[in-house]
Structures are given as structure tokens and as C-alpha cells.
């Protein structure tokens, strides 16, 4: 297993956007959580350290948990292509997503089984008896038995999961039931997502939470964000002088490099354009394909200066993600299929992954750019992406699945597609927000206050101490 470094960030750092209700409440907890841990270690397990919503949440959280003189750490698993292959599968089913189609049987136990094995290994050599350890998504699912054994608490926090019940999504199920079992505690984003067999008495509704501070949300003026993304190269320009500099997570300074997104295709959005973003893993669950039908189905009804860009990681390297590449490549050629006059109005970005800072940076500034941000996910289990530019007061428009319904109320903060898959509505929406600039003002402005009031460290952390209590109290 690989220990991610996570420097401490200090509480009063947040509580400078709270009212003194709220920052009194969390000075509680805080000192409660102190006492309640101490001579524990609090443990964090997931797949990866960087890309996707938990390892962004983790890094955010974690911060501030050690900034409050907890002991927290954070552990990613050793694993190879055969175990990702296995707990996309499982993603994917749980979703009611087909995937690969392949199998979870018997064959496949036995290949999760070893992996997770000698993670446990490298974990038991770490992990002390009064310990917690928070286990993130399938991946870790089976290391709860192991946990246990040694005499520490185990907590299984799933991030994914479905409104409805779906065979698929029963099958994958089955394969995590046994594992799942034995925790001290599962956590689920929503209480819509866990399956029936999991303990009423053993279970907790955490949603995530966004951090402010980071290079992905911290503040950006709106011209800086626009030469940002000329140096970065996605929006047209010529020279951009000066060094672009922003703040890394470990205080130090980054400087935005020259051409630093990968176009893939599309070429640079002209500098006057009105951009319609996606920034999502290249999923097919996210459905970029169906964002790019969607806009150029309804170009006649948009204004002549919207241009779409669909922005996700490089998938050049090595992944826990082993659907990316494919999927990339199906949407570049679902692109190249396009008419010309629409092709030039659509563009596809990968954003390199080699420093995540610059990624956040970059992303943030993509956020902030844009005219409007959507989220056409087919099932999505939280949504950062969702999150994120409600934070920037960006108006977004985004399917009426999982935890988007817990973001945005519709027609306050934000406007929900009921069917994700009715392109039509989602030409109309977005066509209506590009259109009204007060509507557009009013959606931005609430979305804010909808991830302020809710979507913070301080009610994330609140309802981890109150677990917490509840195991060792
Ligand atoms: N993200 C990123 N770069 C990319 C694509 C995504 O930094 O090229 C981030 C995005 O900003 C968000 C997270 O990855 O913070 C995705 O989280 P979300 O909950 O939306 O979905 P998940 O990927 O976990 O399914």
C-alpha cells in the first residue's frame, strides 16, 4: 500500500466562510473528536490518490481532520489491471450499467481476494486494535473481515449506488454482500442507495462535502481564468504575458504552464465564445457522447457563439479507470462523424494528469469560464462536477439521477433533466440559460448558497465525529 502525504490545514481556515453558529459547532466537535481519538489512528483506504470524486473529497477532508490535531491518514491499494477490471465490472452493476459484461463469479473472487490479501498484509503492519479504518468503494470492500480481525473498527463507505433496484446492480450485490456484512458501520451517500440487507442500526447517510480553498475551488477573477485557459491553450489567443501563478495543496507556488490541456480535437474555443462544459471522467455512465447529440441537435436554437467543450483526464497512463481509453476514443470518433459546420463548434480536452494542482487549476478556471456547466450523467452517485461550479455560482443544468437531486433544487439552483437520456430537453434547457442572463444570474447565485449551506467540510466532519461516537463512545 502507498501512504498519500496530506498536510494539515487548519479548521480556522473554513470557519472563515461560516457564520459563528456554525464555526462554534464545529470548535465542539472538533474537541470532542480529539478526546474521543486519542491514541487512535483514523485510516482511509480507496484505489487511487488522484482522479475521481473520493480521492478529491479525501484529500479536502483529510487536510482539515489532521489541521484539528486528529491523527488521519490516508492509504491507497496496490493492485493491477486484472483487480481494476473486476471492480469497474463491479461499478458499473452497481450503477445497473452492463460494462464489460463479464463475470462476477467464483473466477473473479479469487482474483479480488489475492489483491486485497496482500494489501491487508501491508495494512496490518500499520493498523493498531482501537484503530478506525474507512474503507472507500468495492475496491476495499474486501478488506472489512481482515480489519476486524486485528482488533480495529471497520467502516465501509460506499460512494455509488442506484435510486431504484436493478438486477445488475443485485448481481454486483451479491458479490459484496459477504464482505460488506461484518462492518462496524456503512456509509452511503444517499438513503436511497443501500441494499436491504445492510443493518438500519449500521448505517449512515454522509454526503461529501467540497473544499473552498483548494486549486480546483479557490477563488479566480474572471480575467484571470480567461488567460489561464489561452496559456493552457483551450481558449484561442495570442501571447499571454506574465507567469500565471497559483497555490499548490502544499502551500508552495505553481506556475500554469504553456499549452498545458491536451486538445484532442476541436482546436481552441475562440476567445468571445459562450462555452457549455462537461468536465467528467471519460465514462460512458457520464454520457459525453450523449452532451455532444444533445448540444449539436439544438445548435439552430443556440446562440451562434456557444461552443461545447467536453473536458476529462488524460487516460494515456497507468488507471484504476481501464474503461477511459475506450471511451475516449469512441466520443473523438462519434466527433469526427459530426457535420463541419457542428464540429467547429465542438471541442474535446484531455487535461494532463501528471501534476494534479495544475489539473485542479485548470479545471477550476474551466469552471469559472463557462457560460453554463452540465452534468448529463445516466446515474451518478454524488457528482463533484455538479458541486463544484455551484460553488463558482456557474448556472448548471444536469440529469434528475442520485445525488444531483440532493444539489440542485430545480428551477432555484440549478434546472434538472428528468430523463437524462431525452437530448431534447437538454438542448432546450441549456439553450433557455444561454439566453437569459438573469435567469442565468438567479440559478448561479442560489446554487452558491445551496453548497454553502450544505455541501461544506464543517457538516462533513460533524457527521464523522457522530459516527465515531457512535463506534467508541
Ligand atoms: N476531475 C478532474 N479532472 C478531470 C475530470 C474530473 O479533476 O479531467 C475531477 C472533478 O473536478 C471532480 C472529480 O474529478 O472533482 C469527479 O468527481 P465526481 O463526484 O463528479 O464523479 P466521479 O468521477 O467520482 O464518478
Not at 453554463?372 to 448556472?395: A, D, I
Request: proline fraction near 5%; aromatic fraction near 6%; charged fraction near 25%.
Amino acid at each position: 500500500m502507498q501512504e498519500v502525504e496530506v498536510d494539515a490545514i487548519p479548521l480556522a481556515r473554513l470557519e472563515t466562510l461560516l457564520a459563528p453558529d456554525r464555526v462554534d459547532r464545529l470548535r465542539m466537535y472538533a474537541a470532542r473528536a480529539r478526546e474521543l481519538l486519542a491514541g487512535r489512528v483514523v485510516w482511509n483506504v480507496n484505489a487511487t490518490a488522484q482522479g475521481g470524486g473520493v480521492a478529491e473529497m479525501l484529500q479536502a477532508l483529510l487536510a482539515y481532520a489532521r489541521g484539528a490535531h486528529t491523527d488521519t491518514r490516508w492509504l491507497t491499494l496496490n493492485a493491477d489491471p486484472a483487480f481494476f477490471a473486476i471492480t469497474k465490472r463491479l461499478h458499473n452493476q452497481l450503477h445497473g450499467a452492463p460494462g464489460d459484461g463479464g463475470d462476477l463469479g467464483d473466477a473473479e473472487r479469487v482474483v479480488y481476494e489475492k489483491v486485497l490479501a496482500e494489501n491487508l498484509e501491508s495494512l496490518r503492519s500499520r493498523v493498531r486494535a482501537g484503530d478506525i479504518v474507512l474503507l472507500h468503494d468495492p475496491q476495499t470492500a474486501g478488506l472489512v473481515d481482515g480489519i476486524r480481525r486485528s482488533g480495529a473498527y471497520a467502516v465501509w463507505r460506499c460512494h455509488i449506488g442506484r435510486d431504484t433496484p436493478h438486477p445488475l446492480a443485485d448481481r454486483a450485490w451479491d458479490f459484496l454482500r459477504d464482505y460488506v456484512e461484518p462492518a462496524d458501520a456503512v456509509i452511503f451517500s444517499r438513503a436511497q442507495y443501500p441494499p436491504a440487507w445492510v443493518s438500519r442500526d449500521r448505517l449512515w447517510v454522509i454526503p461529501p462535502s467540497l473544499d473552498p480553498f483548494t486549486a480546483k475551488n479557490v477563488g479566480m477573477e474572471p480575467a484571470v481564468a480567461q488567460v489561464t485557459l489561452q496559456r493552457a491553450g483551450l481558449v484561442a489567443t495570442g501571447a499571454v504575458d506574465g507567469s500565471l501563478r497559483f497555490t499548490r495543496r502544499d502551500g508552495s507556488d505553481g506556475f500554469v504552464r504553456e499549452h498545458y490541456g491536451l486538445l484532442r480535437e476541436g482546436g481552441s474555443i475562440p476567445g468571445t465564445g459562450q462555452v457549455v462544459l462537461q468536465v467528467s471522467r471519460w465514462d460512458r455512465l457520464k454520457d459525453m457522447q450523449g452532451v455532444m447529440i444533445g448540444f449539436v441537435e439544438h445548435l439552430d436554437e443556440l446562440p451562434e457563439t456557444a461552443h461545447l467543450l467536453l473536458a476529462g483526464p488524460d487516460v494515456s497512463g497507468v488507471t484504476d479507470d481501464p474503461e477511459g481509453a475506450a471511451v475516449l476514443a469512441e466520443c473523438l470518433h462519434a466527433w469526427r462523424d459530426l457535420p463541419a459546420p457542428a464540429r467547429s463548434r465542438v471541442h474535446l480536452a484531455c487535461l494532463p494528469m501528471d501534476d494534479i494542482d495544475e489539473n485542479a487549476y485548470l479545471v477550476n478556471a474551466l469552471q469559472r469560464h463557462a457560460s453554463v456547466v452540465v452534468q448529463k450523467s445516466l446515474v451518478e452517485g454524488f457528482g463533484l462536477t455538479v458541486t463544484e461550479p455551484m460553488w463558482k455560482g456557474r448556472p448548471v443544468v444536469a440529469s434528475a439521477v442520485g445525488g444531483i437531486q440532493d444539489q440542485i433544487e430545480d428551477g432555484v439552483s440549478g434546472l434538472l433533466l428528468p430523463d437524462p437520456n431525452d437530448h431534447g430537453s437538454f438542448g432546450r434547457e441549456v439553450s433557455k440559460v444561454l439566453h437569459d442572463a438573469e435567469l442565468s444570474a438567479r440559478l448561479g447565485t442560489a446554487a452558491h448558497s445551496r453548497v454553502q449551506d450544505r455541501f461544506l467540510g464543517d457538516r462533513h466532519l460533524i457527521q464523522y465525529v457522530d459516527l465515531f461516537e457512535t463506534l467508541i463512545g
